[in-house]
């Protein structure tokens, strides 16, 4: 793998897709891999859709990471009143760091990426679609690339790549992850659309690196305290 | 017909349980019930009608129609009927309720049934008083009005204004009609089964919430004889309260609405 | 019932697997078991964090030739709800607690009509406005009554999103058998976390549903049916409390639902429900695994409450921990159904903060050290 594989080499890259597909996870996994290679990111939490695992509700140990989350104000973002503070345009125009866009979920929460549309079309962007084809919604190839289709109608940028995520949640088999990654292979080739990631959890890692994708390893950040037994 | 044979020519409606109803003598109530029946007869109702009563002095409704009906709680009849009529399109669902449970606690569900256009008839009886609970102000209480709770008179100041519902409905595009009448003379009745008459039509053609207010008497509340609470009516509440059709779909002004009895 | 007509829409039907392991969002498991369960009417109002429950039926309903309406409140959606279920229908609500406590009024005369429909709690911190975070502090509220009168509702209290789409699949069961509002508690947690679920392959067609012969459908060829709950007469009234009362001691005979977890050799059982016996249950495996001799009881029924159930495992245990996402609700119900048997504690957590296990884990080593 080379050293920027499965890196946007653009300012701005977003990902988006349908509700629960895994776009924070996957986003937040991103900036991981970019702060390991020394490359400066910063992570915007755009989700207004949904006021719960927002990447903002996880801004202190994400920094602690070296990942800058700029989010919703800390607090309002657990209050119902989702609101995006003006630095977003700050970064979106910034060439210091690459704006990683944690998008909300479905057409609904695209829709916001209009808003910022000129500013992320002229300073140059990929748009990623995360798929997981074990959500109901995006269950099969035409599920996906009408998902696709709206998104990008309601947002108003184009798609530039597909991130395959399939998977049903902690303790997810390889033999799931396979057979949801060949709907989603199909679901992009019908879309001219390239996997520019197939994310998996750590301990898949090692059977993933037979899919011939660049890997996108995930640490599960928004786990319910259940998960947590053992830790302090 | 031969001569001297004898033959109905008026009587209790099919749809009207032969019960003694319980309101006050000089109450309009009974006649506003029998226009409901006579309706639902004329329009062959009684077995697929679902009646909503509400709380106030015609709680007991359910007692008096022959078709299925509904205690709905205080105001939310036109969220019942709502909730009948999504599911059962088929059926004509209808509520019957006074000033205080539609204009007061229940001005929410009105509106919102209005602005949906639910395809639902409201029979919405205004006596301007809270008969069952003892004579107190009601949201169409007159200024200057004496109840139990304006003790001195409505007074605007701190009691508010009297509230037209009809001019407030008509402010919506979904009603499909909206009149006022009253029950006061042979006259008024008549003009007011006419209208009554378009309330049903309309639900029954899918055009949309339609809603009959009828002005009615409270001798007993207002503390007056019969024969005066309808001169009070015609003298005082009409002031207020204009007789007059709000709203009136198209579709209704056809020669089936128009007809007489 | 005949087959709502007036909302056939174009939307085309999601490809939903079944009989096989997908990825669900709770909320969304709510929507689907309740349309699996023949129920054709929703009536609803936004409040977080029960929003995509709405939302899933908005979308999905019209493919089943049901009714999805937004009403003016959650007072207006509970007597929506109240009409259809008079209707005959399979109809359903939801919300979160501060709605829930609108709803009170309609519930109320729900239960005391007879009429059979499924609520959804996906309760949040309160009191008042609160906050949207995890809760169960509507216990009291959810198996007292919680409106005015005589009447209880059935509780059910999943723990797990497939459990959540078992539960209110069966609680539309229940509210027929029943013929009374049946409950179904969840939390923010519950709600928003995904997790796998098996859908399954038979879905109920309502019109293979027992006829509703009191239902208000049209008196045709038959008295008329009136629904109500006015009993002016004392006597009458009494004899509408006692069938309900009746119908409670039935269902607390056939319905009452509980597990057990290493309660065997247990010296300290936890009492817990939903996402705080969850939490427990992580943190009891642990504790085990110290050598601490802790099981688990978890009322899946919060009414009818698993108390003979319980008194048994407190007849062989030394403590009993009460473990809520409250300031003290069911503990209440635990002790009486202790009588004494056992020591009972409690630690909760109120505001909608939520344990951790090692909190837990704590709490349980420690019991363990004071000799219990």
């Not at chain 1, 890259?13 to 776009?23: H, N, Q």
């Not at chain 1, 679901?187 to 011939?212: H, R």
């Not at chain 3, 539309?172 to 679920?197: I, K, T």
């Amino acid at each position: 793998m080379s050293e920027r594989a499965g890196l946007s080499e653009r300012s701005i890259v977003g990902f988006v897709g349908a509700f629960g597909s895994g776009k924070t996870e996957a986003a937040i996994g991103y900036c991981r891999v970019a702060v390991a290679q020394k490359r400066a990111v910063c992570l915007i939490d755009l989700d207004v859709v949904t006021p719960y695992f927002r990447a903002g509700d996880y801004r202190e140990a994400l920094g602690r990471e070296g990942i800058r989350v700029i989010a919703a104000p800390g607090g309002l973002a657990s209050y119902e009143v989702p609101a995006l503070p003006p630095e977003i345009g700050g970064a979106l125009g910034s060439p210091e760091a690459q704006a990683v866009l944690d998008v909300g979920g479905d057409p609904v929460g695209a829709r916001l990426l209009g808003a910022y549309g000129p500013l992320i079309a002229r300073r140059g962007y990929d748009l990623w679609l995360v798929a997981n084809p074990y959500r109901p919604e995006t269950a099969d190839a035409p599920a996906l690339e009408g998902q696709a289709d709206a998104i990008e109608k309601s947002s108003g940028l184009r798609l530039t790549g597909v991130v395959a995520n399939p998977n049903l949640g902690p303790g997810t088999r390889w033999a799931e992850v396979q057979s949801g990654l060949r709907l989603v292979e199909q679901a992009a080739a019908g879309m001219g659309l390239p996997i520019v990631l197939l994310a998996v959890t750590e301990d898949l890692l090692a059977e993933a690196e037979k899919a011939g994708h660049p890997l996108l390893c995930l640490k599960p950040i928004a786990r319910p305290p259940w998960e947590r037994v053992g830790e302090d | 017909m031969a001569t001297g044979e004898r033959q109905v020519v008026f009587s209790r409606p099919e749809s009207l349980a032969p019960v003694r109803m319980h309101y006050c003598p000089g109450c309009t109530h009974g006649i506003i019930h029998r226009l409901v029946a006579e309706m639902l007869d004329e329009f062959d109702l009684v077995e697929r009608a679902v009646g909503i009563a509400p709380v106030g002095c015609a709680v007991f409704a359910y007692d008096y129609f022959n078709c299925d009906m509904i205690e709905a709680a205080h105001g939310r009849a036109p969220a019942v009927a709502t909730g009948v009529k999504r599911v059962r399109p088929d059926l004509f669902v209808f509520s019957y309720q006074g000033d205080g449970d539609l204009a007061s606690i229940g001005m929410a569900e009105t509106i919102h049934a209005a602005a949906r256009g639910e395809n639902i008839t409201v029979v919405f009886v205004n006596n301007a008083v809270y008969g069952m609970t003892g004579g107190q102000m009601a949201p169409t209480t007159l200024l200057g009005q004496v109840t139990s709770t304006t003790p001195f008179g409505r007074d605007a100041k701190t009691a508010g204004h009297p509230i037209r519902m009809c001019e407030l409905l008509a402010t919506l595009d979904g009603p499909a009609y909206l009149a006022r009448v009253t029950v006061t003379s042979p006259r008024r009745v008549r003009e007011a089964k006419r209208a009554l008459r378009r309330a049903f039509e309309a639900q029954e053609r899918g055009l949309g919430f339609a809603l009959l207010e009828v002005l009615s008497t409270c001798p007993t509340r207002w503390g007056m004889p019969p024969e005066k609470a309808l001169s009070w009516v015609e003298d005082e509440m009409t002031t207020q309260y204009p007789i007059k059709e709000f709203v009136c779909a198209e579709e209704l002004r056809g020669d089936k609405a128009e007809g007489d009895s | 019932m005949r087959p709502s007509t007036h909302r056939q829409s174009e939307t085309k039907a999601m490809p939903i697997e079944r009989g096989k392991r997908i990825l669900m969002r709770g909320n969304e498991v709510v929507a689907q078991a309740a349309m699996d369960a023949g129920c054709r009417a929703f009536f609803g109002y936004p409040i977080t964090p029960q929003n995509q429950i709405p939302d899933y039926m908005a979308r999905h309903m019209p493919e089943v030739g049901g009714v999805f309406l937004q009403a003016e409140s959650e007072v207006s959606a509970i007597n929506m709800v109240y009409g259809a279920a008079a209707a005959g229908v399979r109809v359903m609500t939801a919300s979160s607690s501060p709605g829930i406590s609108l709803k009170q009024e309609g519930i109320s005369y729900i239960a005391e009509a007879e009429l059979p429909c499924v609520i959804v709690n996906i309760m949040r911190g309160g009191s008042g406005l609160g906050n949207i975070a995890p809760s169960q502090a509507d216990y009291f509220q959810s198996v007292k009554g919680g409106g005015h009168g005589d009447y209880r509702t059935l509780v059910l209290a999943p723990w797990s999103v497939q459990e959540l789409y078992d539960l209110t699949r069966e609680a539309f069961d229940l509210a027929d058998r029943y013929r009374g509002p049946v409950l179904v508690v969840g939390d923010a947690l519950l709600g928003q976390m995904m997790e796998p679920v098996v859908l399954a392959e038979e879905v109920v067609d309502p019109s293979s549903l027992p006829a509703k012969p009191w239902a208000t459908t049209g008196a045709r060829g038959r008295p008329h049916n009136v629904i109500n709950s006015l009993y002016i007469n004392p006597p009458d009234l009494a004899a509408s409390n006692m069938r309900l009362q009746e119908r409670y001691q039935e269902a607390a005979r056939r319905e009452v639902r509980f597990e057990g977890e290493h309660l065997e050799d247990a010296k300290i059982a936890v009492v817990a429900y939903g996402t705080a016996a969850r939490v427990a249950a992580g943190a009891i495996k642990e504790a085990r695994a110290e050598g601490v001799q802790v099981g688990l009881f978890r009322p899946i029924t919060l009414f009818p409450f698993p108390s003979t159930q319980l008194a048994e495992v407190a007849d062989k245990v030394d403590t009993i921990l009460v473990v809520e996402l409250s300031a003290g609700q069911m503990v209440e119900d635990v002790r009486l159904a202790v009588e004494g048997r056992a020591e009972v504690r409690f630690m909760g957590k109120c505001g909608g903060v939520v344990f951790t296990p090692a909190e837990l884990v704590e709490a349980m080593t420690s019991l363990a050290r004071e000799g219990h």
